[in-house]
C-alpha cells in the first residue's frame, strides 16, 4: 500500500497560480502511473495530469498550456504547478498512485482549490 499526501491548495483569484505536491512513500521513478484529479461540486472526478512510467506526460484539454507537471524523486513528491488559473478550476484535487498495471492504486486525501474574485 502507498501512502500519499497532497497539500498546496487554497483560494486565490482569477489569474493566479497554486503549486499542489503529493508526496508519497514510494519512489516515483517506478510508477505505472501517477497523476492528479479533481472533483467539482455535483460533478466526477476526472483527470487533470498523469505521467506515465515516469517520463511520458498526459493533460486534459481544459489543462493543457496552463497546468504543468514536475517531479522531485529525492522527495517522492510530484508537483502540479498550476497557472492562469479560471474558476471553473475550484475543485478538490486528489493525488493517484499506480504502482502496477491492472491495479486502482492509492489516492490521497485530496487538496481544495478554489478560484474566485
Known amino acids: 500500500q502507498v501512502q500519499v499526501v497532497e497539500s498546496g491548495g487554497g483560494l486565490v483569484q482569477p489569474g493566479e497560480s497554486l503549486r499542489l505536491s503529493c508526496t508519497t512513500s514510494r519512489s516515483i521513478i517506478n510508477t505505472y502511473t501517477m497523476g492528479w484529479y479533481r472533483q467539482a461540486p455535483g460533478k466526477q472526478r476526472e483527470m487533470v495530469a498523469v505521467?506515465?512510467?515516469?517520463?511520458?506526460?498526459h493533460y486534459a484539454d481544459a489543462v493543457l498550456g496552463r497546468f504543468t507537471l514536475s517531479g522531485d524523486n529525492a522527495k517522492n513528491t510530484l508537483f502540479l504547478q498550476m497557472n492562469s488559473l479560471k474558476p471553473e478550476d475550484t475543485a478538490v484535487y486528489y493525488c493517484?498512485?499506480?504502482?502496477?498495471?491492472?491495479?486502482?492504486?492509492?489516492w490521497g486525501q485530496g487538496t481544495q482549490v478554489t478560484v474566485s474574485s
Open positions: 493517484n498512485v499506480v504502482l502496477y498495471k491492472g491495479t486502482t492504486g492509492s
Open positions: 505521467v506515465i512510467g515516469g517520463a511520458k506526460t
